[in-house]
C-alpha cells in the first residue's frame, strides 16, 4: 500500500504507538496550566474548567485550521 505524506505536513509527536499533532499537545498543556493557575487564584472549580476548555478549543481550532490551510 502506498501511503502519500504531504510535504507541509504538521509536525507529529509519537504516543503510545499514534502520531499527535503538535498543536493539540500545546492545547491540552495550556489548559492544564490556565485550569491550575484559575483554580488557585480563584478558588473555583468551574471558572477553572470552564476557562480551560475555552483556552484549549481556542488553541485546538487554531492548530487545525493552520494544518487544513497549508495542505
Known sequence: MAVLTSPAASATVDLAGSA?????????VAALV???LLLLVV?????AVLSAAAVASVR???GATRTVSRT
Open 43 to 47: 478558588g473555583s472549580a468551574q471558572v
Open 20 to 28: 499527535w499533532p503538535v498543536y493539540k499537545l500545546e492545547a491540552l
Open 60 to 62: 485546538w481550532i487554531i
Open 34 to 36: 490556565i485550569g491550575a
